[in-house]
């Protein structure tokens, strides 16, 4: 028990509460956050926190699937042909990893790093774009569910492939990447039953990359993963309940800017070339600068893409009220 109660016990909470929380006011994937915040408190090596947000997120997403499959949101079929692709490439993904760079754990560090990094970016770019497809749905009529969709097995597959080996590798992918992607295969899916679908395939995804994780590093940080799982359990069902309170807008505004923040902060940390040399050689205000230029030029592009729908620069449909258009039926319109 002593090696559970390091002296970074309660920071590994408090980081597990606060990720928690905000994967339960956004319905976002856990991995884009969490990855990289225990990176940045430095309370393991980056194959010891993957595993152990994995192994943490296979936990907490099992509940939120259980209740999506209660009520019946999830597409079963849709979901079948995701695991098929995701779930062995999420296994097999740690082991091609580990096995390029054999037993140099600095190459292997700073491989991590570079390959969370672009994850991050990816995160980033995938999680703006779900807004802006859910914005075009609701200025073309075409927001909701408007029944079940022809599936189409080959590209879905595919789809749950590439998500897999990204979850497996990096622990970012499943409640991000995959949703937008399915978001512009099957747009007739309203977002609840695309979110269910996505929960119910993400748990035995994540739970297949956290095993070979473990496999592949041969063990499981048990002073990571049990604060890990006694922080974003209760933070996680209490963003669910404060949702309904919090401005969506501002606060998925700063989801995208924090990824993008986190993601260049992780490339400059492994010593992607373009930035540095890495954690010996940092740039903390070019990344700070980065954030302050994301502050003010977000609004201003999501201004100009109202714009070009047509839509007043401010004011509705606001971010909140897209999400809420997406998950009423059609038929009640």
Do not use: C
Request: glycine share 14%.
């Amino acid at each position: 028990m002593g090696e559970i109660f390091t002296a970074d016990f309660w920071s590994i909470i408090t980081a597990g509460l606060l990720v928690g929380i905000v994967v339960g006011l956004t319905g976002m994937g856990g991995g884009a956050l969490m990855t990289p915040a225990l990176i940045f408190l430095g309370v393991g090596s980056t194959s010891s926190v993957i595993a152990a947000d994995l192994t943490a997120a296979a936990v907490y997403k099992t509940g939120g699937a259980l209740v999506h499959r209660k009520h019946g949101n999830p597409n079963m079929q849709l979901a079948k042909w995701l695991m098929l692709g995701s779930i062995p490439m999420a296994f097999i993904g740690p082991f091609l990893v580990h096995a390029a760079y054999g037993g140099d754990q600095a190459t292997l560090e700073k491989a991590l790093k570079t390959a969370l990094g672009f994850a991050l970016l990816i995160a980033a770019a995938t999680y703006a774009l779900r807004l802006y497809i859910g914005m075009r749905q609701i200025r073309r009529g075409t927001a909701g569910d408007m029944g079940e969709p022809t599936i189409r097995p080959l590209p879905t597959l595919l789809v749950g492939a590439l998500g897999g080996l990204l979850v497996g590798v990096t622990s970012v992918g499943s409640g991000s990447v995959i949703m937008v992607a399915l978001l512009m295969l099957y747009p007739a899916l309203s977002a609840v039953r695309l979110v269910g679908t996505d929960l119910v395939q993400a748990v035995p995804l994540v739970l297949s990359a956290a095993i070979a994780n473990i496999i592949a590093q041969g063990g499981l940080d048990l002073s990571l993963t049990i604060p890990l799982v006694i922080g974003s359990v209760p933070g996680t069902v209490l963003g669910s309940r404060l949702a309904p309170r919090v401005p969506q807008s501002v606060l998925r505004r700063g989801i995208v800017i924090v990824l993008t923040m986190s993601g260049v902060a992780l490339l400059d940390k492994a010593g992607w070339a373009p930035l540095g040399a890495g954690e010996d050689e940092t740039h903390p205000i070019l990344i700070a600068g980065i954030g302050v230029a994301l502050v003010v030029l977000v609004p201003i592009v999501w201004g100009f893409l109202r714009k070009t729908e047509g839509l007043p620069f401010m004011g509705s449909p606001t971010v909140a009220e897209i999400e809420r258009e997406e998950r009423r039926p059609r038929t009640a319109r």
